[in-house]
């Protein structure tokens, strides 16, 4: 399964850019999304921070997609920003 660079709008407000990957979950209500190396988005001014590394030092967190308001493609600039920073997979794609 392809893993994309996305940029999630959470029903919190956050803006996160991670590698996002799809999973089938076993039961409703179960996480069915993967996000790989995280980063919280200053919209401001482009910053990246780690989501959650306050908290966690794990660079993959599972979410349920309902905390999702949307999905959109990041700015080349993010994305190559992130790229410097993120652990990542292999196979990420991108739609340019």
């Given at each position: 399964?392809?893993?994309?660079?996305?940029?999630?709008?959470?029903?919190?407000?956050?803006?996160?850019?991670?590698?996002?990957?799809?999973?089938?979950?076993?039961?409703?209500?179960?996480?069915?999304?993967?996000?790989?190396?995280?980063?919280?988005?200053?919209?401001?001014?482009?910053?990246?921070?780690?989501?959650?590394?306050?908290?966690?030092?794990d660079t993959e967190?599972?979410?349920?997609?309902?905390?999702?308001?949307?999905?959109?493609?990041?700015?080349?600039?993010?994305?190559?920003?992130?790229?410097?920073?993120?652990?990542?997979?292999?196979?990420?794609?991108?739609?340019?």
């Amino acid at each position: 399964m392809d893993q994309e660079i996305k940029i999630l709008l959470l029903v919190s407000g956050e803006k996160v850019i991670a590698q996002v990957e799809e999973i089938p979950a076993l039961d409703i209500g179960d996480p069915n999304c993967k996000l790989i190396s995280p980063y919280t988005v200053n919209p401001l001014n482009g910053e990246l921070h780690p989501w959650l590394s306050e908290l966690t030092d794990d660079t993959e967190i599972m979410m349920c997609s309902d905390k999702l308001l949307t999905l959109v493609e990041p700015h080349k600039s993010l994305v190559d920003e992130y790229l410097k920073r993120a652990i990542i997979r292999e196979e990420i794609t991108t739609d340019d």
